[in-house]
């Protein structure tokens, strides 16, 4: 099986979390899209679900294996959504975690606490070589933190203070984060269609 993502972090999240959920998975039988030559994907969707099902479709027509892709950002309430399918390059550089978080705290100064809801959302597909689709969708709510907390995760996380914790996704371990993410539990969702498709 092939998870079309270029993003190392990511990846390993998404391995983490499949792996758990399917037991006949093997964590080596999920390879990354990386070095592999595939076509270019403009994701010019307008949905989480409708960019993560172009990248799965891509890889499943390039390389005849069962693909996985996700498309996730985060949701802010006060800006309407945003920066929403455009996170990763919220602030013009693509896969700038500095640049968009110090970004998205400029344009949040002035916003109290109790208007600082937020949601990360996750999308994610499953595309079959024979063109079976399926899509789950996952969210984890909290709110946006004015000063960044801790070093793990990546993206928006050290800003993020999940509902019911009192640590921010960043301070959290991979465990602890998979078990309320937003890509933990739409893999958790798709799971059970990754075991049937293998299965067959």
């Not at 802010?76 to 500095?98: E, N, Q, T, Y």
């Not at 809801?117 to 024979?130: H, N, T």
């Not at 996704?169 to 984060?177: F, G, I, N, R, S």
């Amino acid at each position: 099986m092939i998870l079309a993502s270029h993003n190392a972090k990511k990846l390993r999240e998404l391995r983490r979390i499949l792996t758990a959920a399917v037991p006949q998975l093997a964590e080596e039988a999920v390879i990354s899209s990386a070095g592999i030559a595939l076509p270019d994907v403009v994701e010019d969707a307008v949905t989480f679900e409708g960019n993560a099902l172009l990248k799965a479709r891509s890889a499943a027509a390039a390389t005849g294996l069962l693909a996985v892709a996700d498309d996730s950002g985060l949701a802010v309430d006060v800006l309407g959504g945003a920066p929403g399918i455009f996170s990763a390059r919220w602030s013009g550089r693509h896969g700038d975690d500095d640049a968009n978080n110090d970004l998205l705290l400029a344009q949040l100064a002035d916003v109290p606490t109790e208007h600082r809801a937020a949601r990360f959302v996750c999308a994610a597909a499953l595309v079959a070589p024979d063109s079976a689709e399926v899509v789950e969708r996952g969210e984890m709510t909290g709110v946006l933190l004015t000063t960044r907390h801790g070093d793990g995760g990546f993206g928006y996380d050290p800003l993020f203070r999940p509902d019911g914790e009192q640590r921010s996704a960043a301070e959290l371990t991979p465990e602890q984060k998979d078990a309320i993410s937003h890509r933990g539990k739409a893999f958790r969702a798709i799971a059970p269609h990754v075991a049937r498709l293998l299965g067959e």
